[in-house]
């Protein structure tokens, strides 16, 4: 089982910019897919962005609320999946998470402990 730990949260002014990192452990980077998610209070938690396992940089789905805002990518040799997050909004504020599935699983089974976001307006 992978380990996920997550930093970069903080709080910044609409308008700036954050990069989040998820630190991947025990296990290959490359053979799985990790998300973010984010939630904030009294709403479900959404998927925000995914890179795929695989080799190369990784195929990536961005949710349409981030599209060109936001840019997922990651670092085999580290091993770490980001999250460049630009012209932040309010509504971006949530506690966010990166999660993991194994390649052809279709549910993330392991997820770290979250760090909150903040963007005032």
């Known amino acids: 089982q992978v380990q996920l730990m997550e930093s970069g949260g903080g709080s910044v002014q609409a308008g700036g910019s954050l990069r989040l990192s998820c630190t991947v452990s025990g296990g290959t980077l490359s053979l799985y897919t990790i998300a973010w998610f984010r939630q904030s209070p009294g709403k479900e938690r959404d998927i925000v962005a995914a890179i795929y396992g695989g080799g190369g940089v990784g195929a990536s789905y961005h949710a349409d609320s981030v599209k060109g805002r936001f840019t997922i990518s990651r670092d085999i040799r580290r091993p770490t999946v980001y999250l460049q997050m630009n012209s932040l909004k309010p509504e971006d504020t949530a506690v966010y998470y990166c999660?993991?599935?194994?390649?052809?699983?279709?549910?993330?089974?392991?997820w770290g402990q979250g760090t909150q976001v903040t963007v005032s307006s």
């Open positions: 999660a993991s599935k194994p390649r052809g699983s279709n549910e993330y089974t392991q």
